[in-house]
């Protein structure tokens, strides 16, 4: 009787796993493509590099001539910008050619401009190996400006080693920022824009990508490293 009971169980737990494995088993619902284990392990070809590398790789070399671009670079001036597009013309940018706006931009509004902590760490490393320090900007020049003051301050940089601010300006088909690049003999340029490495690379100097923040009000974001220039990790803050 108990090898009956037996095989009887045995039966009726082999029927219960078979209904189990021929039961749908209902799935949530699919809101995303969703992505493999080989599809994270995909990364992008840069040459990354940290503020430490550049560094060593400047050991042993006398003091050279470095260039930062402003906007993106070394501050996160989007408020100031916003601002100026919400006044001046709210639905285009025609606000970047309004000399009203540029004065203001010029002279306060950059008050509301964070400093990037990867401008201060690299304008500190540059001002620690004794390199001259400029800061090569895109913006339009005003008959004043307090925008150099600014960047002292916040970059913590001594008042006799701060260049004043070069101002090289617009113009649609020229990067006015070569020829500045030339005549200060820059053998080092820090942008987020693909003009300045386009810039760097037409003097033969090396161009350093830092990254723009993804909510920088200077959209869309450039693909950094398309030109195959080193980029800064974690320089969009």
Same mark, same amino acid.
């Given at each position: 009787?108990?090898?009956?009971?037996?095989?009887?169980?045995?039966?009726?737990?082999?029927?219960?796993?078979?209904?189990?494995?021929?039961?749908?088993?209902?799935?949530?619902?699919?809101?995303?493509?969703?992505?493999?284990?080989?599809?994270?392990?995909?990364?992008?070809?840069?040459?990354?590099?940290?503020?430490?590398?550049?560094?060593?790789?400047?050991?042993?070399?006398?003091?050279?001539?470095?260039?930062?671009?402003?906007?993106?670079?070394?501050?996160?001036?989007?408020?100031?910008?916003?601002?100026?597009?919400?006044?001046?013309?709210?639905?285009?940018?025609?606000?970047?050619?309004?000399?009203?706006?540029?004065?203001?931009?010029?002279?306060?509004?950059?008050?509301?401009?964070?400093?990037?902590?990867?401008?201060?760490?690299?304008?500190?490393?540059?001002?620690?190996?004794?390199?001259?320090?400029?800061?090569?900007?895109?913006?339009? &020049?005003?008959?004043?400006?307090? =925008?150099? #003051?600014?960047?002292?301050?916040?970059?913590?940089?001594? /008042? %006799?080693?701060?260049? !004043?601010?070069?101002?090289?300006?617009?113009?649609?088909?020229?990067?006015? &920022?070569?020829?500045?690049?030339? =005549?200060? #003999?820059?053998?080092?340029?820090?942008?987020?824009?693909? /003009? %300045?490495?386009?810039? !760097?690379?037409?003097?033969?100097?090396?161009?350093?990508?830092?990254?723009?923040?993804?909510?920088?009000?200077?959209?869309?974001?450039?693909?950094?490293?398309?030109?195959?220039?080193?980029?800064?990790?974690?320089?969009?803050?």
């Amino acid at each position: 009787m108990r090898k009956f009971t037996l095989a009887f169980s045995v039966i009726a737990l082999v029927f219960s796993f078979n209904g189990l494995a021929q039961a749908k088993i209902e799935m949530p619902e699919q809101i995303a493509s969703g992505v493999t284990a080989a599809d994270l392990a995909q990364r992008q070809a840069i040459h990354w590099v940290s503020v430490e590398q550049i560094e060593k790789s400047l050991n042993n070399q006398p003091p050279v001539a470095v260039g930062f671009d402003i906007d993106d670079t070394v501050l996160f001036s989007s408020p100031g910008f916003y601002r100026g597009q919400s006044e001046y013309s709210p639905n285009d940018n025609r606000y970047l050619k309004n000399p009203e706006f540029w004065q203001k931009m010029n002279n306060g509004w950059d008050k509301f401009s964070l400093p990037k902590k990867i401008g201060i760490e690299l304008v500190q490393m540059h001002l620690k190996r004794g390199d001259s320090v400029y800061f090569i900007t895109g913006r339009t &020049k005003t008959k004043t400006e307090t =925008v150099t #003051k600014y960047l002292q301050q916040e970059l913590h940089i001594p /008042a %006799d080693k701060m260049n !004043a601010v070069i101002f090289a300006g617009e113009e649609p088909g020229k990067n006015n &920022k070569v020829s500045w690049m030339k =005549v200060n #003999k820059l053998k080092i340029y820090y942008g987020d824009a693909d /003009a %300045d490495i386009a810039a !760097a690379r037409e003097l033969n100097i090396r161009g350093i990508r830092v990254l723009r923040a993804s909510n920088s009000s200077y959209q869309p974001l450039p693909k950094a490293g398309r030109f195959g220039e080193e980029v800064i990790i974690n320089s969009e803050y």
